[in-house]
């Protein structure tokens, strides 16, 4: 028998035989453990077996690898014998079967590596292990056994399968792409930016004009001879022309405006695509390393799993094997009680482990749950008084769910023993590090006697981050938007010292206060007179805090750039990026300001303290935004509420409204309804969900004049609902005046 694969054969033909066998063994396993849970699965899967042997077979043969062939041959046989029915498979045929398709992604993995990890003795011991199962003369003796093949990790040269053609991409190459693409994006987004300033330009040139009718009015009585009534009539005309003109070149840009976005959106998603591959592909060797596991340890579990076709970046789903690999023993060996144990407690002596994926709200939700026994809360609070993490009064205060989160700290256990498949406490700081290092948060859910959930949520891709952007020093910083818990403003009125620490309060909870500038170290403090103070709440599973920042710019997504390597570890901060206009962004690392913070807070004078609350001054207008996808219509409203006195910002649609309600401060929304990225009933529902905006009065006008139209937009938390068909000037007028006053 020939060792290993001939050297004839080309490095392609080699991978395309590793992807190959890795494909067709994953079914094979599949099958063999369906069928071992329930023997009727045969007739399901053993058509897919049959053929997925024969496939390898093949293959190897052009190849010219001698082992898998036979293997592969002979393990075709035996399933023919299944599907005719002269075979009845046991419990040790499967465990071959599976050893033989471990043997055979060996063989095909170390063909590309050069390695030999598997013997001539151990193929030989499996075909004769084979041959007697298929004869019927099978008795079960020990097989040496060999370590599976890692899941196939494309770095040079990734191959994706299409339907209807394979495409062979330089890793590299997705990435720069993926980079561009971002920026695309990123870049678009300055579009409805330049159309307010256009706007703005427009309406300045709109009241030169008035100016010059003024002129040409009052040099009609200076001059006899009327030169400079002409001139200033010339001025005028000129002037005219040129709205005319500005008006055609805005409409085009709203086109273009909306377009770009559009398109832009439309390239990031494919590239998206392109990096993306399903969940399954990430898991496949999970349902055999539960089976094992749970032989082992002579437990019954049921492995359930669902969203296997859910997309998920490739880099983050090779980042998920260990965490999920930890979490899934910790259930299986912590969670889930012997037969004995269950039955004892009115259970099924089958316990059930479920992994599942999902998209939601943009975000990647993966969950790990079991019908175990749950978490021991009393053995968690004798655990942590022990280490010497809280003291005893301390930790009888703790809840349910703080106490849960010590779960994640570096070499926490609450195992008695230590085994070779956990209790040494470094299965839960391993997910919680990966989870943390993908800008996503993990939470465990206990649920004494009936199981424990562990939910992990992280970004769909880790190329573009969704940010809140500050203004710190008249620089600007951004916050991951998902490691921060809420940022709003609080009046320094209700700011409130105890111990020498100065807090605030929010929702029944204390949160200490801190300005941003003493973690930085980037000069005094502010000496903004503003009675109220920006405020981003962040924390870490023990502490949260309130940090002080100038002002809030808002959300914004920015293409992540990694800092120069030689400049180390930066504290506080974890990335860089460029906005739009070419402004550079440092990204913050919440998880290191809030260690910096928990460093710093039993000193004294650490940090500095927020002046007194002064005055508020006296408001000089009210200012309303317009939000519609019509220019004519905007400018209409807009008019109209100029001419009353208010003060008027304008967005292209509910996307655009929304950054600038997080930038500005307005008395006033008013909205269409149907608009591109974001409609009117879905800014206005979003509106009422924040609490900074709870109140702020809101107009829908609508060219959809249904009752059932109007009822959508009063039940979403619109005050008025005017149609466009049949609202006159007083009509919007008077609504303003009703909810706002006059100017």
Aim: hydrophobic letters at 40%; proline letters at 3%.
């Amino acid at each position: 028998m020939d060792s290993i694969i001939k050297n004839n054969a080309d490095r392609s033909l080699l991978e395309l035989f590793r992807s190959e066998v890795e494909s067709h063994t994953t079914i094979l396993t599949q099958g063999l453990l369906a069928m071992e849970n329930d023997a009727k699965a045969v007739e399901s899967h053993i058509e897919a077996m049959m053929r997925a042997a024969h496939s390898i077979k093949g293959g190897a043969r052009i190849v010219e690898s001698d082992a898998a062939v036979q293997l592969a041959h002979n393990l075709e046989d035996c399933f023919v014998a299944v599907q005719k029915g002269s075979l009845v498979l046991q419990p040790a045929h499967i465990d071959v079967f599976l050893r033989a398709s471990d043997m055979l992604g060996v063989i095909a993995d170390n063909a590309i590596s050069g390695r030999k990890e598997w013997s001539d003795e151990q193929v030989e011991s499996l075909l004769a292990a084979i041959a007697a199962i298929s004869t019927g003369e099978f008795s079960p003796v020990p097989v040496k056994t060999i370590k599976a093949p890692e899941p196939v990790k494309h770095t040079e040269a990734p191959v994706f399968f299409d339907k209807e053609r394979m495409v062979r991409v330089a890793a590299g190459k997705i990435e720069r792409l993926m980079g561009l693409a971002g920026e695309v994006v990123v870049s678009s987004r300055w579009l409805p930016s330049l159309f307010d300033a256009m706007m703005t330009l427009k309406r300045d040139q709109q009241r030169l004009t008035l100016l010059l009718e003024k002129l040409e009015k009052i040099s009609g009585h200076e001059l006899p001879d009327g030169r400079t009534r002409k001139i200033a009539a010339q001025a005028r005309e000129k002037s005219a022309e040129f709205n005319r003109r500005l008006m055609d070149r805005l409409g085009g840009l709203d086109m273009f405006t909306n377009t770009a976005v559009t398109l832009s959106d439309r390239l990031y998603h494919e590239m998206v695509g392109v990096r993306m591959c399903p969940f399954s592909e990430g898991i496949r060797g999970f349902p055999r390393m539960v089976r094992d596991l749970v032989r082992d340890l002579s437990k019954k579990v049921q492995f359930m799993m669902s969203g296997e076709a859910t997309e998920v970046d490739r880099d983050i789903l090779e980042k998920l094997d260990a965490p999920l690999n930890h979490l899934l023993r910790n259930a299986i060996d912590h969670g889930i009680e012997s037969p004995q144990e269950r039955i004892a407690a009115g259970k099924p002596e089958t316990g059930i482990v479920r992994l599942e994926a999902m998209h939601r709200a943009g975000m990647l939700m993966i969950t790990v749950s079991d019908d175990g026994r749950g978490i021991d809360h009393i053995a968690i609070r004798k655990k942590i008084v022990e280490q010497g993490l809280v003291n005893p009064d301390m930790a009888d205060r703790l809840s349910e769910n703080e106490l849960t989160e010590f779960l994640f700290l570096p070499g926490f256990s609450t195992a008695e023993h230590l085994t070779q498949i956990s209790g040494r406490g470094v299965g839960l700081d391993v997910a919680h590090t990966m989870v943390h290092e993908a800008r996503g948060s993990i939470r465990a859910m206990s649920y004494p006697g009936r199981g424990m959930s562990f939910q992990l949520e992280l970004p769909l891709t880790l190329s573009v981050i969704r940010t809140f952007l500050v203004e710190i020093n008249k620089e600007i910083y951004a916050f991951p938007l998902a490691r921060i818990d809420n940022c709003l403003r609080i009046a320094r009125a209700s700011i409130r010292t105890i111990e020498d620490r100065q807090y605030f309060k929010t929702d029944n909870m204390n949160i200490a206060l801190i300005d941003i500038r003493d973690m930085l170290g980037i000069g005094a403090k502010s000496s903004d007179p503003s009675p109220e103070l920006s405020v981003v709440i962040i924390s870490d599973r023990l502490n949260t805090y309130g940090l002080i920042t100038d002002k809030f710019m808002g959300e914004c997504d920015l293409v992540i750039r990694p800092l120069d390597t030689r400049l180390g570890k930066v504290p506080n901060l974890s990335a860089a990026a460029v906005m739009m206009d070419g402004t550079p962004v440092l990204i913050f690392d919440v998880e290191d300001l809030v260690r910096s913070m928990d460093n710093l807070a039993g000193k004294k004078q650490a940090f500095s303290k927020i002046g007194d609350p002064v005055k508020e001054e006296e408001k000089k207008f009210k200012r309303i935004l317009v939000t519609d996808d019509s220019i004519t219509v905007r400018e209409k409203e807009r008019s109209l509420l100029e001419n009353k006195g208010y003060q008027t910002d304008t967005a292209v649609d509910g996307m655009d409204a929304w950054r600038l309600l997080n930038t500005n401060a307005y008395d006033m929304l008013l909205s269409d309804v149907d608009m591109p990225r974001m409609n009117g009933i879905e800014l206005v529902k979003r509106i009422r969900q924040d609490l900074r905006f709870k109140a702020l009065p809101v107009i829908i006008v609508s060219y959809k004049d249904s009752d059932e139209d109007r009822l959508r937009g009063l039940e979403a938390g619109a005050n008025y609902y005017l149609r466009k068909r049949s609202f006159d000037d007083h009509s919007l007028i008077q609504a303003v005046f009703d909810l706002i006053g006059e100017a």
